[in-house]
Structures are given as structure tokens and as C-alpha cells.
DNA sequence: GAGGATCTTGTTATCGCTAACAATGGCGGG
DNA sequence: CCCGCCATTGTTAGCGATAACAAGATCCTC
């Protein structure tokens, strides 16, 4: 027997060892209040004794459930989904859900659609997708009903179940602090244009002008990334009229910073500054940045609550949850001249 | 009918539909050579008409094979185990593997011990750890044998597969380019003590030290952390002897930037920073820094083509791969004084 | 103490698939 | 023309769990 290579063993095995039927062993692992006390604790040894574990794939088979979640999130080192991503596992994990990531490469349809394919495929009992731009929700179009999903920072026309940080919220929070130190107008830096949150971000930067009757200067397109702040920041640098700058992310405003240091622009005292996402190393820049910050453990909770809502109640009918963001004042702010 | 809550259609509705037996449908999805053509266009008609799925829980149950990978990593937005994490999401993928992520909030036994079960209960067919700290590696142990399991940047001593970024060689390819650069020694802000990753960074940099005859200054502890940076900085940037620091991280190298520029110490004119990492945004520090970048893709795919062979075929012993890190130059190193 | 309710346990069927084997029909070789 | 081989397809038996029902044992009530 030693010998053998043995598979591993099953509940017909912790049966017969503690004399009781499959069932009972059954009826012992998923806490059914019928058993003897007595047979019980001799099931528990028995389990112990042989190291079993149930088999999921079993389970599933015959319960139709899954208890697995699927993911699905750009393959980035991007910060804000990075974190997310992060902060999902770690609360499906506390619900007893297992989590599976389909990372794709890109945002687009086909990207998108393949990877909520594969999860599918896998009988997910709902799904996730961080996206953040059109095509990602485009793709989701053509989903089979009745699968529980959540989307995040998607587009809030659609008719899903839907959680997003109150980006514009925190974008006019941000041009209020800078035109509240005095500015006459805020610059703004925006992410990519396909992006919901880019434009969010524009919207509240254009209320924030708009009410304070601010003259609107001409938006700077830029991507998330530092070498697109650092490219629009060398624009900037050379125009003496701009003393405040709104970067749509904390890594586009860590590329402003270098191009104006470069151009020998102080700031806090010749540029205010502000970020957004509030990177861990925000607090290290030069200067201090000054940023929003969303929680992404908020973000993430709310979804997996809306989540496993459908997964018990499928008639649970689509939802919203919107987290607010707060201004972290550091030193990139000052009044202008 | 369609008033009825329809169940997904399974192998026999596909049977039934195309007028063949459920096994010829089993031997069409399973490519088997020997399908008359014609069958196997009728087959896949109806797999389309029907928009059947096949059933993983089903074929996982028959097969004992279960087609997923598990992933545990640390729960952060660490740099390099993000990026690990998403370049092998994206391996597996290509391998036809789903990937279940098991995140841990820290490092220690315990937490790694029960990511590492919640996977075993799943029945993964390998185990990818990142282990990078000893107590990591330790809560390997107990594991039953016979799982294939690859362990990122561990313990070179234990006995399982494993794949390294050679830490060590670029730690020592940062100090050398130090010392070329005319400085008389090198400082070292380390890791926190118990990683591995930390230690052989250490030992690169006192091996370069020694083989350049330079005198050994005493070791800067801190963690990943810019704030730790920042604190280290601010201690160094007293000392006017200090003319070249290699950072164990670009986080690092971040806060001791902006220590240095604090207290008025130039970078590079007065002081040469190199970090470690290449995080993107370190060509927006300022100034630029020297760093050193692993490259987390080519670990990935060495790692998953370690599991798959041990997946493949168990009795594949043990092995080892080690990914040499190159230097990338920028404007933080210069010639002292 | 009889009868029914309740507790406890066991028996059987079933989920959807693959593996193993059986059955059929066409083909070529002797 | 018979036999055996191969290509093609079907039949049957599980994989390891839960669900539904059945059946003793125990308990309570009147």
C-alpha cells in the first residue's frame, strides 16, 4: 500500500475509518445541526487523521456553485487598479470566495471580452471588471445575463451594478484648494481621454473654474504617465502666467515637478501644484505633493458587498456606490507671486 | 420552454442537437484525431447554437486535473511583486492556466501557511510563492510534497525550484559604478533585515566594496520605504563625507532625494545616488536616478515554465534559475567634489 | 403505553464530464 | 471471399460530492 502512490482521500475514505456513512461525513462539513455531537468529533478525527480536504471541483459540480470570483484588470503597475486589485482579493478572500485574475494587456473590446470569456468558461459565480474606459464597458455589452457583475469606475449610463470614486468630486476639491490659496486660474494636466476617470477629473477641475468664475484655460492632454507630465510641465515652465497646475494623477505631477525644476520654477512658491491618487511616495517628492486620495479598500469592499448581494439574491437590482475622496494638504500648495 | 429558467446546456444538449453521441462531443472539444470532418463541423454548429460551455467542475472532477495555478503574494503595491504578479497572470494565461491569487496582508508563517491551504483546498496543479523573507520560505515546509511549487526570489538553500533575480550581481554593478566614478566609498541604505532580497543586495555591495579595496562604512538600515529613505537621507546629507549612496530600493532613493535637496546638498554634484528597481517613474526623479532594473517579465515566464514542467512531469527534479539585472544610467552619479 | 413527531443515520440518484471498452462498417491481403 | 485491421461511433462506468428520500431510534404527549 506504501508502495502505491496514493491519490488523495476522499469522503467515502473518513467514512468508512470513522464507521459512518459518506453522508454523514457529508452532513459533519457543512455544519448540519442533525449529527450526534459524539459522531461528529469522531468525523473530525478521522478527517484529521487522513489530512482530507474536500474537492471543490465535486462540490461544484453537484451544487452548481463555483464559490469563485473572477477579476478582471488591466496588467499594470498602474497604482489606483493595482491597489484595487489588492484590495479585492483581500476581502473576497475574508467571504470565503476564492479569486481568479484575468489580467489583460490592454483595454480594449477584444482584451476585455477574452478575458471575461475565460472566466466564464471557468463558471465564475460573479465578476468583477475595473473598467475604467468605454471599450472595456462596450465589451461587457454582450455578457450573458444572469452572471453578477460589478463594474468599477465605469460608465454610470449603463444599467449594472456600478462602484466608483467621486473623481470629479475630488478634482473640483483640488482647483478650489489652489484657487482658495489665491490663484486667478488652475491649469489642468488630464489623463487619457478614453478614460471615465479622465474625464471625471476634467468636469470637477471645469466646476471648480466655473464657480468661482475663473477664466478656463486651455486643457494639456497628457497620459498617466510621469513622461507625460514631464512633457506638458516643460510647456508650462516656459509660460509665466501659470502659477497653479491640477495633474490628473500624482505621477504625471511627479514628471511636472522635474520639468519645472529644471526651468529653475520653484515650487510651491513660482507653481502650486496638486496630484491625485495619493501614491505612497507622494509625501517624498520635491516639494511634498499635495493630492487627492481615493480608498481603494473602500472602493473594493462596496464592490464585493454589491457582488455577493447578487450572488445570494440574483433579483438584487443594479446598484451605485459612490466613494468620496479627500484633499491631502503637503507643501506643494502656496499662494502665487 | 422559454418562460423556464433555462440551466446552461450541457454535453448531452450538444449531443442531441448535432445527432451524435455526448462521448463524440467529448472527442471533438478534446481534438481527437480520429472525428469524421463532417461530424466534427456538425458538433461544433450545435456547440455554437447552443452557446455551450464545457463544464470545468465536471472535467476537473473526471480528469483530476484542475487547469489552475495559484499565486501567493504579498497584499502591496510593492513595486516588483506587482509587477511579478501581473507578468505571470499574463504567462499562465498564454498557457491556457487560469491563476488564483492568494494575497497576504504580511509575510510572516501564518499568513502565508493559510494562502498557501486555501489553494491547496482548490486543488491547484502548482503553487507559485513569492517568498522573499524567511518566514515565508518556512511555512513552506509543512507543505505536503508531490504540489509543484516554484518560489520567487526564497531561500537558496532549500530544495525547491526556484527563480531568482540576482540581486547581488546588480547591487554590485551599482557600487562599482560608484567607486568608477572616482567615489572613494559607497554608503548603503539596506532593506528591512529579513528579506532576501535586502541581504544579497548587502552582499554585493560589501563584495564590490572589498574587491575595490574601499573602506566598509557602516550599513544604513531601513525598510522599502521613501519615508525610510527620507530618514536615512536626513542623517546622511549631515555628513560631508558622504559623496555616493547606493539606495536598496527606488523608494527609497526618492526620500533620500529629497532629504538631500532639503538640506542642500546637490545631487549629483555633491552627493551620487543609485536605487534599485527602475520603477517607472524613475527617469522623473530629481535628478534622473541611476538604478538597477531586474526584469520582471523574464522571471515570470522562467518560473512558469519551471511549474509547467513540474506539472508536466512530476518527476522533474528540482531546479534553479537566476535572471541577471542590468544598470541603467542616468543623471544621479557623478564624480565627487 | 400507543402514536406521532423529531433526531439521527443510511441509501440511492445525480451533477457533466472522460476513460475504457464494445460495436459497427469499410477496406485490403491472402 | 473471408478475415483482420482500422476508422468511427456508441455504451457504460465511474470521478466525489450533495440532495432527496427512507428508515430506525428516541422522545414526548395524552
Given at each position: 500500500m506504501d508502495g502505491q502512490a496514493t491519490r488523495s482521500p476522499a469522503m467515502t475514505d473518513v467514512a468508512r475509518l470513522a464507521g459512518v456513512s459518506h453522508q454523514t461525513v457529508s452532513r459533519v462539513l457543512n455544519d448540519h445541526p442533525n449529527v450526534r455531537e459524539q459522531t461528529r468529533l469522531r468525523v473530525r478525527a478521522a478527517i484529521a487523521e487522513l489530512g482530507y480536504r474536500p474537492n471543490r471541483a465535486a462540490r461544484a459540480l453537484v451544487?452548481?456553485?463555483?464559490?469563485l470570483i473572477g477579476i478582471v484588470a488591466q496588467n499594470s503597475t498602474l497604482y489606483g487598479p493595482a491597489s484595487l486589485l489588492a484590495a479585492f482579493e483581500q476581502a473576497a478572500a475574508e467571504a470565503g470566495f476564492a479569486v481568479s485574475v484575468g489580467s489583460v494587456g490592454r483595454l480594449d473590446r477584444e482584451s476585455i471580452a477574452g478575458a471575461v470569456e475565460r472566466h466564464l468558461d471557468q463558471r465564475v459565480a460573479g465578476l468583477v471588471v475595473i473598467a475604467p474606459v468605454k471599450s472595456a464597458d462596450d465589451a461587457l455589452e454582450g455578457m450573458p445575463a444572469g452572471v453578477p457583475l460589478v463594474t468599477i469606475d465605469g460608465d454610470p449610463e449603463r444599467s449594472h451594478t456600478l462602484v466608483t470614486v467621486d473623481q470629479a468630486a475630488g478634482a473640483r476639491a483640488a482647483t478650489r484648494h489652489l484657487l482658495a490659496a489665491g490663484h486667478r486660474t488652475v491649469w489642468h494636466i488630464s489623463g487619457p481621454p478614453d478614460w471615465y476617470d479622465a474625464a471625471w477629473r476634467i468636469e470637477g477641475w471645469l466646476a471648480a473654474l466655473r464657480e468661482a468664475g475663473a477664466e478656463v484655460p486651455p486643457l494639456v492632454n497628457a497620459d498617466w504617465s510621469a513622461a507625460s507630465g514631464y512633457d506638458a510641465g516643460r510647456m508650462l515652465a516656459r509660460m509665466p502666467e501659470v502659477t497653479a497646475v491640477f495633474a490628473a494623477n500624482d505621477h504625471q505631477a511627479l514628471g511636472l515637478l522635474r520639468a519645472f525644476s529644471e526651468h529653475g520654477r520653484r515650487v510651491p512658491q513660482d507653481v502650486s501644484v496638486v496630484g491625485f491618487d495619493d501614491v505612497p511616495e507622494a509625501a517624498f517628492f520635491i516639494p511634498p505633493l499635495t493630492t487627492v486620495r481615493p480608498s481603494f479598500s473602500a472602493v473594493a469592499r462596496a464592490g464585493l458587498d454589491l457582488l455577493l448581494a447578487q450572488i445570494t439574491d440574483p433579483g438584487t437590482p443594479p446598484n451605485r456606490v459612490v466613494i468620496a475622496p479627500v484633499l491631502v494638504e503637503r507643501a506643494s500648495v502656496a499662494p502665487p507671486g
Open positions: 451544487t452548481g456553485r463555483s464559490q
